[in-house]
């Protein structure tokens, strides 16, 4: 299975633009239960888009922390209604107002509370999101000039589980995902934070568990 996954992160690769459709095409005929990933940060329509227009129903799977901006509140409902998608969100166990009412103040990255915070707001909505919805596709947004950590992926793994993981986009620049938004009239929202990275290039440790 290995040797398959190379070749098509090789022929990937060279394909010279990367076709992430073609990918994503490919990738839909892997599995019976694919989904997506959002967080609704920057140029996220582009992959929401793409993989919309090959499967409409596909479940777009959103772990809101509960500590989005407004902004991103307003660019998820905007993009959600645009492209009629099959959102289905995971919350923490705990609200933000509970959380904060026990434990005070999301935690800085260097406060020993952080490891514990990144696990309530992210990691175990996403581990209780695989469990419920067993997944064998995941398409994800990730792109290799986010961070050191991605820049090492591939397009295309799988983990100890046998879950596909998808990346179309990973080798595409930010000039890209831009010129797609445009062809597309796609909408775009750069007030975003992510309570658990804090630091842009920084990661949280989802990708690097799976």
Same mark, same amino acid.
Request: a negative charge; proline letters at 8%; aromatic letters at 10%.
């Given at each position: 299975?290995? #040797?398959?996954?190379?070749?098509?992160?090789?022929?990937?690769? /060279?394909?010279?633009?990367?076709?992430?459709? *073609?990918?994503?095409?490919?990738?839909?005929?892997?599995?019976?239960?694919?989904?997506? $990933?959002? /967080?609704?940060?920057?140029?996220?329509?582009?992959?929401?888009?793409?993989? #919309?227009?090959?499967?409409?129903?596909?479940?777009?799977?959103?772990?809101? #922390?509960?500590?989005?901006?407004?902004? $991103?509140?307003?660019?998820?409902?905007?993009?959600?209604?645009?492209?009629?998608?099959?959102?289905?969100?995971?919350?923490?166990?705990? %609200?933000?107002? =509970?959380?904060?009412?026990?434990?005070?103040?999301?935690?800085?990255?260097?406060?020993?509370?952080?490891?514990?915070?990144?696990?309530?707001?992210?990691?175990?909505?996403?581990?209780?999101?695989?469990?419920?919805?067993?997944?064998?596709?995941?398409? %994800?947004?990730?792109?290799?000039?986010? %961070?050191?950590?991605?820049? *090492?992926?591939?397009?295309?793994?799988?983990?100890?589980?046998?879950?596909? *993981?998808?990346?179309?986009?990973?080798?595409?620049?930010?000039?890209?995902?831009?010129?797609?938004?445009?062809?597309?009239?796609?909408?775009? /929202?750069?007030?975003?934070?992510?309570? $658990?990275?804090?630091?842009?290039?920084?990661?949280?440790?989802? =990708?690097?568990?799976?």
């Amino acid at each position: 299975m290995s #040797s398959e996954l190379d070749a098509i992160n090789n022929e990937f690769a /060279n394909s010279g633009n990367q076709n992430p459709q *073609k990918l994503i095409e490919w990738a839909l005929n892997q599995g019976a239960r694919p989904i997506c $990933t959002t /967080n609704f940060r920057p140029f996220e329509a582009v992959i929401l888009h793409m993989v #919309s227009q090959v499967r409409p129903d596909i479940p777009v799977v959103w772990m809101d #922390s509960g500590y989005n901006t407004e902004a $991103t509140y307003q660019f998820a409902d905007q993009v959600i209604k645009q492209l009629g998608l099959n959102i289905v969100s995971f919350v923490p166990r705990r %609200t933000r107002a =509970h959380r904060e009412a026990l434990d005070g103040p999301m935690p800085g990255i260097d406060d020993p509370r952080h490891a514990a915070f990144t696990q309530e707001v992210k990691l175990e909505p996403f581990e209780r999101a695989l469990r419920e919805m067993q997944p064998d596709v995941w398409f %994800t947004a990730l792109r290799a000039e986010d %961070t050191p950590e991605r820049a *090492k992926m591939q397009p295309v793994s799988r983990n100890s589980d046998g879950l596909l *993981k998808v990346a179309p986009l990973l080798q595409w620049s930010a000039k890209e995902m831009y010129q797609y938004l445009q062809a597309h009239d796609l909408p775009n /929202n750069f007030d975003y934070f992510d309570p $658990t990275k804090v630091e842009e290039k920084r990661e949280c440790g989802l =990708h690097l568990q799976h």
